[in-house]
Nanobody, 121 residues
Framework: VQLQASGGGLVQAGASLRLSCAASGRTFSTYAMGWFRQAPGKEREFIGAINWSGSSTYYGDSVKGRFAISRDNAKKTVYLQMNSLKPEDTAVYYC???????????????WGQGTLVTVSS
């Protein structure tokens, strides 16, 4: 599966932004999808993931309560809704796909190219 993330940009602190990750291939609905981010000079951080059907999500502690992941299997797209953005949310955001274990933040098989989110204070 090929992944294409989009929707990044420059926003002010407190704003909201929704990222999209469009997938190609016929098996999108069988994959768990995750979102990650990497800030300059920092390691990649797990944001959260959603299971194949969209019925369950799992989030990392740093974004819990502010970010939400959803998916539309008919559109082969997964979304990351980001609310109450902070300057420390500035990073390149990546989507990724794996076959099993959406609650495990490792073992992703496919990665998108990333989209930059910049939050100004």
């Amino acid at each position: 599966v090929q992944l294409q993330a989009s929707g990044g940009g420059l926003v002010q602190a407190g704003a909201s932004l929704r990222l999209s990750c469009a997938a190609s291939g016929r098996t999108f609905s069988t994959y768990a999808m995750g979102w990650f981010r990497q800030a300059p000079g920092k390691e990649r951080e797990f944001i959260g993931a959603i299971n194949w059907s969209g019925s369950s999500t799992y989030y990392g502690d740093s974004v819990k309560g502010r970010f939400a992941i959803s998916r539309d299997n008919a559109k082969k797209t997964v979304y990351l809704q980001m609310n109450s953005l902070k300057p420390e949310d500035t990073a390149v955001y990546y989507c990724a796909a794996k076959t099993i274990g959406y609650r495990v933040p490792t073992g992703y098989d496919y990665w998108g190219q990333g989209t930059l989110v910049t939050v100004s204070s």
